[in-house]
């Protein structure tokens, strides 16, 4: 797996991104071809070291991908059950650390998962495959964050 990701900030090769009016703007370019624009916070105090709120910011895209990782896992891991899952979202949240680096200190993940005859303890058990053996987004946040979650089950 690789990315590139370049700073469109300094760029002045007409990089025609959303992100390219920002001090902060960054464009990334992954392995399997796709886009995907992040920008800083905007400062306040030096509006020349801060983003525009063009996009999302980086740690941003850390939360969405983890979010994104585990709600694949546990669709999949319903599917492979036969089970008659018809939606999945969850709701990330979190804290961090007040100083740098800022890591992750908390999370949780609240899941509504969307079915037709569904139990809750094959929703409860997938959500658990993944945090625990699957996912590797949430085992590797998991070593500076406290992860939690919970879940609810509509019947479609």
């Keep these: ?11 002045t090769s007409g990089a025609n991104t959303k992100t390219s009016g920002s001090a902060m ?7 399997s071809g796709h886009t ?3 920008d800083g916070a905007p400062d306040a105090l030096k509006p020349e070291n801060g983003g525009a709120n063009l996009a999302p910011r980086p740690m941003e895209t850390v939360l969405a991908g983890t979010g ?10 319903l599917k492979r059950g036969r089970h008659d899952v018809r939606g999945c ?10 100083t740098d680096p ?15 005859g569904i139990a809750a303890s094959v929703v409860e058990r997938a959500i658990a ?8 987004a949430t085992i590797m946040l998991g070593k500076t964050a ?5 879940f609810e089950l509509q019947e479609a």
Excluded at 1 to 11: L, P, Y
Excluded at 25 to 31: K, S
Excluded at 68 to 77: H, K, N, P, S
């Design 25 to 31: 703007g960054f464009l990334a370019v992954t392995g």
């Design 129 to 136: 495959m993944s945090h625990d053996k699957y996912c590797s």
């Design 102 to 116: 800022k890591v992750f200190t908390k999370i949780h993940m609240h899941f509504v998962v969307t079915g037709h």
């Design 1 to 11: 797996m690789e990315c590139t990701v370049s700073w469109t900030g300094g760029s």
């Design 36 to 38: 995907l624009e992040m």
């Design 68 to 77: 994104g990782c585990t709600a694949y896992d546990v669709v999949l891991i």
């Design 89 to 98: 979202t969850v709701k990330l949240t979190s804290e961090r650390a007040e």
């Design 146 to 150: 406290d992860i939690t979650t919970s």
